[in-house]
Every structure is written in C-alpha cells, then in structure tokens.
C-alpha cells in the first residue's frame, strides 16, 4: 500500500517515530517490527522511553538494546525531552509507533502528561493530527489499564494494534499486542482507519 508522507529526510522516505518502553520481556519483538516498516519503505526514528534506556534485565542491558536499536534502524536514538518535541513542530514524522506500549504509558496518553520522551513525542505529533498507534503490553490490560484503552480507543487519531490475552490462565489481566500486525495497523492508520478486527484471535 503506497504511504501518505508528510515528512522529508535524507532518504525521501516517509518517516515514522517508533517508541519503545519498559515491556522488557516484549523487547525482542521491536526487532522484527522494525524490520518489517522499513520493507514497507519506512525511515524508522526510534525513541526510548527513560526505563528503556537505563535498565538492565535479563532480558538484555540497556546499551545492548540501544546499539541493537541504533545499528538496525541507521538512526540515533532520542532519549530526552528536548530531543522529541520538535517532531511535530518541524514535520519531522509522519506518525508514530509505541511498541510495546506499557500500561504507565496508557495511562499517561489518556490523562494528557507528556513528561516522557515517548509521551512528549505523542503529544508532539498529535499537535499536527498525526496518527500515534499503540502496540499494549501490560500485565493489567484488563484491570487497572482497562479504563484508559476504553478512553483511548475512542480518542482522536490514536489507533490500536489488535491485542488478546497472551496467558490467561497464569496472567488472565494481561493484555500483549500482536506485533506482526503493525506495519498494517499504520498503514490503515494513515488513513484514518482502524484497523479490523481489534480483538486478536
């Protein structure tokens, strides 16, 4: 499917800001996803929520995902306040992607914060309605989060990545998008649709 663009780059390609918080178990899923828009023809901005960039788990260390992140897309990470807010302002992105996308996240897109490099660059590009596509994961997704994908869903220009259950029988709040879906999810998004169904089988 042929992009919109809006932005300009070196490339000539559209542009997408993908952010990346804490999920860290979900980490190695970004991989494949990155890889998957830039077939589509997307220069991929990767931005990295504070937890992301500091961390280490046994999931990988924070600078093992930042040189990973960096090599793959061919783009510096943004990692401050600073560093995202002119994405809107200057075009800079034609959209963004937050995957994974974190139940704090949720929960701070819905209430309008922007005290974090992911939720400040949201904010960024919602100022010029560009679509923002959210990817959940979080072990609350049908508690304490529930409220605020109920809010979002319904609120202009964000659209959802198709999510389910991913273990109901040990985990049965949590909610994890499924991540090859989301190179379609933005194209359709692009056009102001949501894409179809949104609940994953």
Known sequence: MTQPSFATNETQKPTVAFGICGSFCTLDKTVPAIQALQ????NVQPVISYEAA?????????A???????KLTGNSILDTLAGVEPLGPK???DGMVI???TGTTLARLDMGLS??????????????????????STND???????????LLVRRDFYFVPFGQDDCIKKPMSLKADFTRISDTLSEALHGRQIQPILAK
Not at 54 to 62: H, I, K, P, V
Not at 116 to 136: D, E, G
Not at 141 to 151: K, N
């Open 115 to 136: 005290d974090t490099p992911i939720t400040l660059a949201a904010k960024s590009l919602l100022r010029i309605h560009r679509p923002i596509v959210l990817a959940v």
């Open 64 to 70: 093992y995902w930042r040189e990973t992140i960096e």
């Open 99 to 101: 995957a994974p996308c």
């Open 54 to 62: 500091s961390q280490d788990t046994r999931f990988g260390t924070a």
């Open 141 to 151: 997704g049908l508690g304490a989060s529930a409220q605020h994908i109920g809010a």
């Open 39 to 42: 077939k589509q023809g997307w």
């Open 91 to 93: 075009g800079l992105a």
